[in-house]
């Protein structure tokens, strides 16, 4: 028997964290997976797991999605009807440093994930993706019924990975599975190796900030609180599978399976010169700018299509990016006590 609890990996995470509390404050019982592991200052996760451990209806389980005995024990005890996988190795840039990291956490530890929702009654998997998966695509805005086979790092290949990965898993045990292509996140609680952190610490500490691609480049910078918003909603609308088309090339969005793939995004790229100006602004400091050329596995712009997002759970995100910056700096302030 299930015991009602939705599982959410990465619950230490950025993301992991607000989903969570999201969870908890609509009334759900949550169960929290992280493994702590030291990317990041581990001290920013215990303080968000602090957080969600104030909530009655929150049980946090320290353990790696690559452990496949705990996993399976896990799922076993539990047999979650819904479980939101946000846990994973994350960064392009790292990728190239630490390749094995990825395939552990990725493709081992979503396997691990699966193999969980097949043999336990998961009735809807909601996974991250990323916008990192639309590669050397050039076609804007970005549209998840348009091809993406040309990742130019590994994480974005790990991450196409897992969309075909749980494809061949609906596909063979009908279970529901929706993708997640996340765009920029950011916010209160955001991981210190993002941009909208860098920056604002190199504000605050008087050092240069570094713009790639001589600063010409776009994002389509996302709010934490609409990432969570946009997964919220679907996860009671499971995909139920649309039926091929004969005579058509299948839809790379949408599947005969009861799987699919959605963009969630602020749908309005920036440059990252305007967020260094709103945060000049936020932070009453200015910045210090050093132009450098374009990264290995970096993409000049982003922008993300939502108008599936739209139409099926009638949300668009829609954070200004001048209000999320405030919040940010809010908790940025308040926690580095500066």
Not at 8 to 23: D, P
Not at 137 to 149: A, G, I, M, Q, R
Not at 204 to 225: A, S, W
């Amino acid at each position: 028997m299930s015991d009602d609890s939705t599982l959410v990996t990465g619950a230490a995470g950025f993301i992991g964290f607000h989903m969570s509390r999201r969870l908890l404050e609509s009334g759900r019982q949550v169960v929290g997976l992280d493994n702590l592991n030291a990317y990041y200052d581990v001290g920013l996760k215990q303080a968000r797991l602090k957080i969600l451990q104030s909530y009655p209806g929150f049980v946090f389980v320290q353990s790696d999605l690559a452990d496949r005995e705990a996993m399976q024990s896990m799922f076993a005890k539990h047999r979650f009807p819904v479980v939101i996988n946000l846990a994973a190795q994350a960064g392009v840039r790292y990728s190239l440093e630490n390749p094995h990291a990825y395939i552990d956490s990725n493709l081992t530890g979503f396997t691990n994930v699966l193999e969980g929702c097949r043999h336990n009654g998961c009735k809807h998997l909601l996974f991250a993706s990323s916008s990192s998966v639309y590669g050397s695509n050039t076609k804007l805005p970005f549209s998840v019924h348009d091809n993406v086979d040309h990742p130019i790092s590994l994480y974005a290949a790990t991450k196409k990975a897992n969309e075909l990965m749980a494809h061949a898993y609906s596909h063979l045990f009908a279970t529901p599975m929706t993708g997640l292509r996340f765009f920029t996140v950011y916010g209160p609680w955001g991981r210190p190796d993002m941009a909208m952190y860098l920056f604002a610490s190199a504000i605050m500490e008087g050092r240069p900030i570094k713009l790639f691609n001589h600063g010409q480049m776009q994002r389509d910078f996302t709010y934490v609180d609409d990432i969570v918003e946009g997964i919220f909603r679907l996860i009671d609308h499971p995909p139920q599978g649309i039926a091929a088309q004969p005579g058509h090339a299948p839809d790379p969005g949408t599947s005969a399976a009861p799987w699919r793939v959605y963009n969630i995004g602020n749908n309005k790229p920036e440059q990252p010169m305007r967020v260094v100006e709103l945060l000049e602004l936020a932070l009453g400091r200015p910045a210090l700018r050093e132009m450098l050329p374009m990264q290995p596995g970096d993409v000049t712009q982003t922008y993300a299509d939502v108008d599936d997002l739209i139409r099926d759970v009638g949300f668009q995100p829609a954070t200004t990016l001048e209000h999320g910056i405030s919040e940010f700096i809010a908790w940025y302030r308040d926690y580095n006590k500066c």
